[in-house]
């Protein structure tokens, strides 16, 4: 009778001869892997029990290019991988906790990827990717680097940090080569305990970080160096500089136009905030549902258009500044809270350009406040309920082609609604038509304002001065609407143009307006109309002048309304129009 014979499956391994060769050596704790052969090479590093591991190769030689496998007893402390001039592969996994961990691609398109990846206290990770790009994954349910790790990115490179958890003790530092470098931590909880450092170097570079939780208890320092840079903190829950002085977030982009980013759920820096957003035009976005700020927050543009958008609920417990330099800037906040305990500043730069200031918050709660814009057409608008506590000022460029504008007032439209708890100067300068619109606000030192040499349209309601309001609108046909103002003295000088000035001809504005000291109104050269209060509804639509009250309507042929019998005044008024005529007419 015959024996049966059964056929056995052959590994392809087994079958396919080797393509590159790796010598392996493992003597006194320290593995040592070269590739150096310039073929390329798959290799696997296996965790097989205590103090035994396997080094295995596919379609790669072990020591001989007729063994694809080898393994090792022993403690292993130490190891060393050295690529070669292809592309290499290699693949750690659950390896004992090491003291030491070394890795360098050369050249060759090289991947690096871990699972289960430790190394003990004090210990160091160090790792080059050589002169072409290639990958790094830190996978598996833990990645726990007890000590340092640093990085050379070289010809460019992607590396992914995916553990559930991923802990580095020492300093991590990411050097970026000359061509694009990603590195992203995507884990449900990331802890850094030193610093994290990214230097991007040449090419596009981009960080970025999900997953629930990212804590940096010492610095962040990154810089894009060289073209579209992108820097986004995206985990829920963010905590940076907790335990380590300086306690400092330095982020510089490149050349292109980048982004640096900070959302996610909450936001926490025990320090400060710098972000140079390069010279090509970037975006700076705190846009966190929570986001706190221990110290300052400084943002510094560059010759392209540049942005800063705020939202959410914010914090910043001491100043915060925007120098746009040249570009159209802008600045952003929406959100339910912006609170700043130090100073405010935008300074839009040089050039002929437009700048934008733009705060639109339920709450508002600012110290200090300014803006100074550019040479062209700027905007600056804030409404919002809220304090600002020192005195605001608004500083718009000369004017390019199109109009400049301030609208201030309250969000919810309440009488008072908008403090603004020290002196208001606003000053449009320039040759195009101007915009001031305000409303529901309250100011208890002096309110200036001042618009440029063309048409300009004021709208002013419900503003409580309780010092002195100064509105000058200089040359141009202006249209100077003013209802509810309440002001200690009042001067208003409509300069040259036909100008229509009408102050409290609104009923739909409850109450009427009250000025305590004296008042003096010019409209100067030409043909203007001014309408001061009406008889007819004494409730709502006249001035109560509380001391000298002289209007000079200045040359031309000017018309007016019956201003005495319709306002009261303590003293008898002084109203002529020096070098021209004034005739009373119908109230319209």
């Not at 509810?484 to 102050?503: F, H, M, Q, Y």
């Amino acid at each position: 009778m015959r024996t049966p014979h059964f056929a056995t499956l052959e590994r392809l391994e087994d079958r396919i001869a080797p393509a590159g060769l790796v010598t392996v050596d493992f003597s006194n704790g320290v593995l040592t892997i070269d590739g150096s052969d310039g073929a390329n090479h798959e290799v696997h590093l296996v965790k097989t029990g205590v103090n035994k591991f396997r080094v295995e190769g596919v379609a790669t030689g072990i020591n001989s290019l007729d063994n694809t496998s080898e393994t090792f007893r022993g403690e292993l402390k130490h190891v060393l991988i050295e690529g070669g001039a292809g592309n290499d592969q290699f693949e750690v996994t659950k390896l004992a906790p090491l003291k030491s961990f070394s890795f360098n691609g050369n050249a060759g398109t090289d991947s690096l990827t871990t699972s289960g990846f430790k190394i003990r206290a004090d210990g160091s990770v160090n790792i080059a990717m050589g002169s072409e790009t290639g990958t790094v994954d830190f996978g598996g349910g833990k990645t726990l680097i007890m000590g340092s790790l640093t990085m050379d990115l070289g010809g460019g490179a992607t590396v992914g940090f995916g553990s559930a958890k991923t802990l580095i003790v020492g300093n991590a530092v990411f050097e970026g080569g000359v061509a694009s470098d990603s590195v992203s931590f995507t884990g449900q909880k990331t802890t850094l305990k030193h610093s994290l450092t990214f230097h991007g170097a040449g090419g596009d570079d981009n960080f970025s970080s999900t997953g629930n939780t990212l804590k940096v208890k010492g610095n962040v320092v990154m810089t894009g160096d060289g073209e579209t840079d992108h820097f986004v903190f995206d985990s829920q829950r963010m905590t940076f500089g907790k335990e380590l002085a300086p306690r400092v977030i330095d982020i510089n982009l490149g050349a292109g136009i980048g982004s640096v980013e900070f959302r996610g759920a909450s936001t926490e820096v025990f320090g400060s905030v710098r972000i140079d957003l390069g010279t090509g035009g970037g975006t700076a976005s705190l846009v966190s549902t929570e986001t706190t700020i221990q110290k300052n927050v400084q943002v510094t543009g560059g010759a392209g258009n540049d942005n800063v958008e705020i939202d959410g609920r914010t914090k910043i417990k001491k100043g915060f500044s925007f120098i746009g330099d040249t570009g159209d800037d802008v600045f952003t906040v929406d959100g339910g809270l912006f609170a700043v305990k130090g100073s405010t500043s935008m300074n839009g730069g040089s050039g002929a350009e437009a700048n934008v200031f733009d705060l639109n918050v339920v709450q508002l709660k600012l110290a200090g406040l300014s803006f100074s814009g550019g040479s062209s057409n700027d905007s600056v608008s804030i409404i919002a309920d809220g304090v600002i506590g020192g005195n605001a000022s608004f500083e718009l460029g000369a004017d390019g082609t199109g109009p400049s504008s301030v609208v201030l007032q309250s969000r919810a439209g309440i009488v008072n609604g908008l403090l603004f708890d020290g002196s208001l100067d606003i000053n449009m300068t320039g040759a195009t038509v101007d915009v001031l619109t305000i409303a529901n606000i309250q100011v208890t030192d002096a309110f200036t304002a001042q618009t440029g040499e063309n048409v300009s349209t004021v709208n002013i309601s419900n503003l409580n001065g309780r010092g002195s309001f100064t509105l000058n609108t200089g040359a141009g046909a202006d249209v100077v609407n003013l209802d509810n103002i309440n002001a200690g003295v009042l001067a208003i000088d409509t300069g040259v143009g036909a100008d229509e000035l009408r102050i409290e001809r609104n009923a739909a504005y409850a109450g009427i307006s009250n000025v305590r000291g004296n008042a003096v109104i010019l409209t100067g050269i030409g043909a203007d109309q001014i309408r001061i209060g009406n008889s007819i509804d004494s409730a709502n639509l006249l001035v109560a002048f509380g001391g000298g009250m002289t209007l000079d309507a200045g040359d031309g042929a000017n018309m007016r309304n019956d201003i005495v019998a319709s306002n009261t005044f303590v003293v008898t008024p002084t109203i002529v129009a020096s070098g021209g005529t004034l005739t009373e007419t119908p109230a319209v």
